[in-house]
């Protein structure tokens, strides 16, 4: 009965010092490799599993390729060769044959393996006088464990814990726990019905002792759909939490002759795309309603994604509030600023405080080069609500900047934006109410991963490019001499180019001087009679601009540059993008460096410069010649890189993603996601589900779920 189980909570708070066999020094062991408690043993995962019934016998063992086998060791001996290296040497075979192991440089070989023990090992096979050999081929020792199906736990030999040690101790857990009440099982008959899951004993008990691989896959599915599912109860319930304690700002829907988001729409020179207009609508829904906005919008290089912000920051102002735009640099800042200016100038709000019941929209720029003069005025004038949008660094939620009534706040490629910097917000406005956020990324991830990484927002996607963008041609060349020609007969054409530096094992002083390398190459050799300018970290804040602002201009042809060019600079007549050692950079790094150009209205090409050393680095070069989509990259960069780059950090803490990948188990992302959005409802529902929201915090105690809202 589900009732009357033991629950995990109740597992851990039992040491695995009480199973029979754990004295102080295996209890030392455990501890090392993370397991105090029982639920700790029985968290503690077969790494794999041997199908003895599968297992190829050493006469089906083919020369030259990998094998793996089941032997018996007969005798273990160890050496010096010739220079000095320690060899150990091992003879072991079945029924079948013999097989002879050579170890360099692991003495503790010949400890680790003694006479008469079975290891299965695994390793590419040659032969050597007449017989078979496996040179430090991978070892499992697998003790005198009987049946089909053996499971192989993660070993430590610094620890001294063999697989059999912890196969034992599982053994017992699993005896002791399910002889009284076996484990109660939290989730609801309803929810495993829905998706075909065993029940949680049955789950534990197969994933550690299966009769066959068919249920170790079954029980397998069910505990990675349990961490995800904690996973995403921790965050919607977080999310809830969020918008039923914040006191938000219900803005005024469309209407009215002089709707200043309509105004603005329609006076742009294009059609919104689709996406634009959905998202607009996500934006607006989301605002009119009282909780408030925290939503991420990705879309990738070129996507229109300031249009969108514009209509977000309007939105609040069309209801007498006032909007800021946050960018993470000052260069950023200023170009956003004039974009903006562009964008609305002439523009007029509704002031009934003004005689003609109308006044021009204020647009300010508060950046730390911001003159203390216009700080003073900004100062007085914010707080009065004559500025109607602040744009900025920031600068813009530090202390000492108060807004009359900040009621949407849009932060330009800012991932992560947390509890604290929220609480900042809640702290600029004179009321207690806080704005509407919307962040901004154009680094796409993966739907599924985002679900993860930003369960705590709500995700509104730009997946459409406006029309008319020409498309960017690249081109992988191993050798750069065929680039410059290019390069020349481009800028003959009048266009301009970037040539990328490559990343130097990312010290900024060693990018720096191959930056500095190239430059002076190029402008003596293959670019020689181009202007060429440069820019790269060292370089002053005032020649930057300089550069940038010469660039822009058209009175430079080639910008050589280190990354420091990646993030939102624009110069539409730039057709040619060059990056140098291409394979050193990341997939989301060459697709930000790649939207640097097809911004204007020739084609441009994009050159990934030089040799490739590892399949992953092709693979990736690749992906980017193929498409230039950016979600479909994304999908490329999680397989090949798996999730701990998406977690980051979060991967080298405690974390309940033993089995779980948010690669490999997509599909159950979502489930988990739908779940957890149900079960937490508006708020109440976790009171239902007093047992799961439990383990909730047993397994994503406070500090951990902050670790994951936080940046
Ligand atoms: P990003 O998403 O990279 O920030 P921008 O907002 O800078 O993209 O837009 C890139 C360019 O596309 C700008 O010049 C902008 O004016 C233009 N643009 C945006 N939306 C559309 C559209 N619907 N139709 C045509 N051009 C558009
Ligand atoms: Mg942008």
Redesign the pocket.
């Known amino acids: 009965m589900a009732e009357t189980g033991i629950t995990l909570r109740e597992l851990d708070s039992r040491p695995v010092a009480d199973l029979k066999g754990v004295g102080p020094a295996r209890e030392k062991a455990l501890s090392a490799v993370g397991v105090v408690s029982v639920l700790d043993l029985l968290g503690y995962y077969p790494r794999r599993y041997l199908d003895r019934s599968r297992e190829a016998t050493v006469a089906e063992l083919t020369t030259g390729a990998e094998g793996m086998v089941l032997v018996r060791i007969e005798r273990v001996s160890a050496r010096r060769t010739r220079n000095g290296r320690s060899l150990v040497e091992v003879r072991c075979g079945d029924d079948t044959g013999r097989l002879r192991l050579t170890f360099f440089n692991q003495p503790w070989r010949e400890r680790q393996l003694r006479e008469g023990m079975q290891a299965v090992v695994f390793g590419k096979v040659d032969e050597y006088r007449g017989s078979l050999q496996m040179t430090s081929p991978v070892v499992d020792l697998i003790g005198d464990r009987t049946g089909r199906i053996v499971a192989v736990y993660p070993q430590s030999e610094a620890a001294g814990l063999h697989s059999w040690d912890v196969d034992a101790l599982v053994g017992e857990a699993l005896r002791r726990t399910m002889k009284v009440r076996g484990l109660s099982d939290p989730v609801p008959a309803e929810v495993r019905n829905r998706y075909r899951l065993v029940e949680r004993s049955e789950a534990y008990r197969t994933i550690h002792r299966p009769e066959g691989m068919h249920e170790m896959l079954e029980a397998r599915r069910r505990l990675v759909f349990d961490e995800l599912l904690r996973i995403q109860l921790a965050l919607v319930r977080r999310k809830v939490e969020l918008e039923r304690t914040a006191t938000g700002i219900s803005h005024a829907p469309a209407g009215g002759d002089a709707d200043p988001v309509a105004l603005f729409l329609e006076r742009l020179a294009?059609?919104?795309?689709g996406a634009?207009r959905r998202v607009i609508d996500e934006i607006t829904e989301d605002m009119i309603c009282p909780v408030p906005m925290h939503r991420l919008l990705q879309?990738d290089?070129?996507?229109?994604?300031?249009?969108v912000a514009v209509a977000c920051l309007l939105t609040a102002v069309r209801g007498g509030h006032q909007g800021a735009l946050m960018a993470p640099t000052e260069v950023l800042a200023e170009q956003h600023y004039q974009g903006v200016e562009a964008l609305l100038g002439g523009m007029t709000v509704e002031d009934p405080n003004n005689l003609l019941g109308h006044r021009p929209l204020k647009i300010d720029l508060l950046t730390n080069r911001t003159t203390a003069a216009d700080r003073r005025r900004i100062a007085a004038e914010l707080p009065a609500g004559q500025v109607d949008l602040l744009i900025g660094t920031h600068a813009l939620i530090q202390e000492g900047v108060e807004f009359g009534s900040l009621g949407a706040v849009v932060i330009d490629e800012q991932h992560r934006f947390g509890v604290e910097q929220r609480a900042a917000l809640r702290d600029r406005n004179r009321e207690e109410t806080v704005p509407d956020v919307l962040v901004m990324t154009?680094t796409p991830i993966p739907r599924t991963a985002a679900m993860t990484v930003y369960g705590d927002l709500d995700v509104s996607v730009?997946d459409e490019q406006?029309?008319?963008r020409t498309p960017i041609e690249t081109r992988w060349c191993e050798d750069e001499a065929d680039v410059w020609p290019v390069v020349c007969s481009e800028v003959a054409e009048g266009r301009q180019a970037y040539v990328v530096c490559p990343l130097i094992d990312e010290s900024e002083t060693l990018d720096v001087s191959s930056a500095e390398a190239t430059f002076g190459d190029l402008s003596d050799g293959s670019l020689s009679g181009l202007r060429v300018g440069l820019l790269h970290g060292r370089v002053g804040r005032a020649e930057k601009e300089e550069t940038m602002r010469l660039f822009r201009s058209g009175a430079l042809d080639v910008l050589v540059a280190t990354t420091v060019i990646e993030v939102g600079v624009?110069v539409p007549n730039a057709t040619v993008m060059v990056i140098l050692d291409a394979a050193r950079f990341g997939i989301a790094q060459l697709h930000q460096l790649r939207g640097r150009v097809g911004?204007g209205t020739q084609v441009s090409q994009c050159f990934l410069v030089g040799s490739v050393s590892t399949p992953d680095a092709e693979e990736r070069l690749a992906a980017l010649v193929r498409t230039t989509d950016g979600f479909e990259l994304a999908e490329v960069d999680l397989d090949l890189r798996g999730e701990g780059t998406i977690m980051g950090e979060r991967q080298k803490g405690r974390n309940d993603l033993r089995l779980a990948s948010l690669r490999r188990d997509r599909e159950w992302v979502e489930a988990a996601r739908a779940e957890a959005l149900a079960m937490v409802g508006d708020g109440s529902g976790m009171d239902d589900h007093p047992e799961l929201a439990d383990e909730v915090d047993l397994f994503l105690g406070e500090d951990e779920s902050d670790y994951l809202l936080k940046s």
């Not at 290089?301 to 249009?307: D, H, I, N, P």
């Open positions: 294009f059609d919104l795309t634009q879309g290089v070129g996507s229109g994604k300031t249009v154009a730009l406006p029309p008319g624009d911004r």
